[in-house]
């Protein structure tokens, strides 16, 4: 499969009409212009995304993609891999925050077996796509091969395109992620791997010395890979492969992409290297805890909903995120006008 097959073209959503049309409605709403703040500007890309003037949000897709790490062999997260499958269960279970958050805004939640080192039973919400247990040890060769890299791209492109709905909303777990992404940031962004790392699941300042450490020698043992699919061969992770593929997908599809944290951040950078245009559909739902987010967000200039200090991670800032989109659509399609509800515009 070539590179031109594997990644589709996503043009511009630039709409210069539908866009003064939006302004023009977001305008005449019964407030003093402006006054919904950020709310706005989130109307105003929900209407460009789906390409109307009154957006609606239908069957809202959480996916939450995992896999597991071959770098967490070195000690770089204070948590254990077998928290990955654990997590899985917890999710399926409807115990973890994500399963809980989910249920109770009616959000879909699937979980996908990008790679996690374990067998699943197959049951309702779990979407088996296993391309190996767990990406290799980055130190020794590529996380992934170029192979292993595009199928997984592909495959989230598959599994994007059987689910119903216009949202995707992105989680993801995975034990050893955050390093994965702080990797991907570094090389993507040009940035020192310093500004880029962060304690994840919470080391502490030996523990996070010595997670720098091994990143310094994973970017040392992979010089060359500067592309986005290179680095995201070499660098970073199965379940971060197969949502840069749902993304890229669902940007073609028009779809909302509702972005979590800074693994799920990671994954749409690579995404935008390869197509800028994946940033117009995207909402960022927040600012996480993790120190080189807010660094992953410059390069997004992305300007996120929530700042709420959470370094979780699973989708749940997206999901947290989630009433106001829908707050948004409903402003915008049933909030009255100072033409039809008879108020006094300004001076
Ligand atoms: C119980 C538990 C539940 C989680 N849910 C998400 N993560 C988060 O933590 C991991 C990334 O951090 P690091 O790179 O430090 O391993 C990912 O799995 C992420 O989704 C969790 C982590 C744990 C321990
Ligand atoms: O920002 C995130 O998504 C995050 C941060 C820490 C641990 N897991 C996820």
């Known amino acids: 499969?070539?590179?031109?097959?594997?990644?589709?073209?996503?043009?511009?959503?630039?709409?210069?009409?539908?866009?003064?049309?939006?302004?023009?409605?977001?305008?005449?709403?019964?407030k003093p212009l402006g006054a919904l703040g950020r709310l706005?500007?989130?109307?105003?890309?929900?209407?460009?995304i789906l390409g109307t003037e009154t957006p609606t949000l239908e069957d809202p897709q959480l996916m939450v993609f995992a896999a597991d790490h071959g770098l967490a062999a070195h000690g770089v997260s204070a948590y254990p891999s077998d928290v990955t499958w654990q997590m899985v269960e917890n999710f399926l279970a409807g115990g973890a925050a994500v399963s809980v958050l989910a249920r109770q805004h009616g959000l879909?939640?699937?979980v996908v077996d990008a790679g996690v080192r374990h067998t699943f039973q197959p049951r309702p919400g779990l979407l088996i796509a296993k391309i190996a247990m767990g990406s290799a040890d980055m130190l020794a060769g590529p996380a992934m091969s170029t192979e292993e890299c595009a199928t997984a791209v592909a495959a989230g492109k598959t599994l994007l395109q059987k689910r119903p709905g216009n949202v995707l909303l992105l989680g993801e777990m995975g034990i050893g992620n955050t390093s994965a992404a702080s990797l991907l940031l570094a090389r993507l962004g040009g940035y020192p791997l310093t500004d880029c790392v962060g304690r994840g699941t919470g080391l502490d300042d030996t523990q996070l010395r010595h997670k720098?450490?091994?990143?310094?020698?994973?970017?040392?043992r992979h010089p060359r890979a500067n592309e986005p699919l290179a680095a995201l061969a070499a660098l970073g992770g199965l379940e971060i492969a197969m949502m840069v593929g749902a993304v890229l997908q669902a940007a073609v599809e028009r779809r909302v992409i509702v972005v979590d944290g800074f693994i799920t951040g990671a994954a749409v950078l690579?995404?935008?290297?390869?197509?800028?245009?994946?940033?117009?559909?995207?909402?960022f739902a927040h600012r996480s805890h993790e120190?080189?987010?807010?660094?992953?967000?410059?390069?997004?200039?992305a300007d996120p909903l929530l700042d709420l200090g959470l370094r979780l991670g699973e989708g749940s800032g997206a999901a947290l995120?989630?009433?106001?989109?829908?707050?948004?659509?409903?402003?915008l399609a049933e909030m009255a006008s100072f033409d039809t509800a008879g108020v006094s515009d300004k001076h």
Do not use: F, N, Y
């Open 321 to 331: 995120a989630w009433p106001l989109l829908a707050s948004a659509c409903k402003v």
């Open 212 to 220: 720098l450490d091994v990143l310094t020698r994973a970017m040392q």
């Open 40 to 48: 706005e500007t989130l109307m105003l890309r929900l209407g460009l």
């Open 108 to 110: 879909t939640l699937s």
């Open 291 to 301: 120190s080189g987010h807010r660094l992953m967000l410059e390069t997004l200039r």
């Open 1 to 30: 499969m070539t590179t031109q097959d594997l990644i589709p073209e996503i043009p511009s959503l630039l709409d210069t009409r539908l866009e003064a049309a939006l302004r023009h409605r977001i305008d005449r709403k019964t």
């Open 270 to 283: 690579v995404a935008a290297k390869l197509r800028p245009a994946v940033l117009e559909r995207c909402v």
